[in-house]
């Protein structure tokens, strides 16, 4: 049985908890490959909302095992209050939820480094959600990291110990004015590690291979989007990992000839949180709407999201890096309204037309050309068939259809599990 992979094909917040969710009742097992509790992914559902960081958005279905894979770094801290926060639907946690040994962990230490390298670059700053990722992947690939393995060796306060000195050295050495207390911090981290040891570890690549022998349905859930991948994003405005569909593969320890459908989810229209090039960025009345309309605010940290157009440039980049066979389109319920839609088709790159993803989209190299297109004024939001939806949105669609080459399957129209068109 093939894994199949859901990824986020823009800057993030796309709506993968959504979907996650939605399609959680086709699977056995949702397995985070990359990131960390800089994600937030958000579900609906019987009138409840659950914001999800680390723990997979499959969760909430009795059916489904959820595994948090070796890609993921992981916050025992934030983590716990993840878990306090289910407490009240008194799911398994210990069968549903498994841990692979191998997933780093980021330790109070990474956080003020992330903090500390933030403020040393002042304006020039990623905009990271300071949850420590970016440090705790360095560790990861500089060979000094600490693993979910680790807590289950004797010596593990003493690897602790000598990370966290050597951090502390590190910290020092910017030339910024961080305030911590590092004892209060320690008393938290230890408290969650133990929290955190009494749940399921797993050699999870083998478990994962073992499920797949047996048949069991796999989905590869994705955090942040195509375009904050730290290859193929912009970089260096990026996270830490790679977002994209090879990275479902080193994050899981799938190999690529397993890799099934590759359902790729996008927003009707776009959004970025955090510093970076964002070509189709709107500074008007129409961005406000996008960003009112679409509650766009972070997950994770409630910073405003910057709103745009739809970006085909940006988008087919994504669809190609990731090999999508189905797409997803999140939100069009939040364009209801407008007279007409722009849509990015081309960029305007040093005086020149291209329709590729060049190297540097900084502003003062790139301008969007745009298409324009009708809008639609109907309310989508109580719509819950394809034959319902406003003639002027089957255009948007089939026009995205024809220009990406990939048929989009689900017209997502409120946050709602139930707000989910199938086609
Ligand atoms: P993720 O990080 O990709 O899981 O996305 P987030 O949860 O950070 O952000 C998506 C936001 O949009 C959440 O608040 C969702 O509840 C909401 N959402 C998802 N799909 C739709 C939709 O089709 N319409 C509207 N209006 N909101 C949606
Ligand atoms: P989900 O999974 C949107 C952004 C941050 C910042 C940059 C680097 O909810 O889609 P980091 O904390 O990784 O050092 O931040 O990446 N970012 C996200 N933006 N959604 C996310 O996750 C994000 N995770 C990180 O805003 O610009
Ligand atoms: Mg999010």
Redesign the pocket.
Known sequence: MAVDLLLGLQW??EG??KIVDVLTANYDIIARFQGGPN????LEFDGIKHVLHTIPSGIFHKNAVNVVGNGVVIDPVIFKKELDALKKFNLDINAKLLISRKAHLILPTHRLLDAASEASKGKAKIGSTLKGIGPTYMDKTGRNGMRVGDLELSDWKEKYRNLANKHEAMISFYDVDIQYDLAELEADFFKAVAALKDLTFIDSEEYLYQAQKQGKKILAEGAQGSLLDIDFGTYPFVTSSNTTAAGACTGLGVAPNQIGEVKGIFKAYTTRVGSGPFPTELFDEDGETMGRVGNEF???TGRPRRCGWLDLVALKYAVRINGVTELMMMKGDVLSGFDKLKVCTAYNYKGEQIDHFPYNIEAENVTPVYTEVNGWKEDLTKMTAADQLPKNLMDYILFLEKELEVPIKIVSVGPDRTQTIHR
């Not at 994600?39 to 958000?42: E, S």
């Open positions: 993030g917040d993968k908890g994600a937030g992914h958000t972070g997950a994770t």
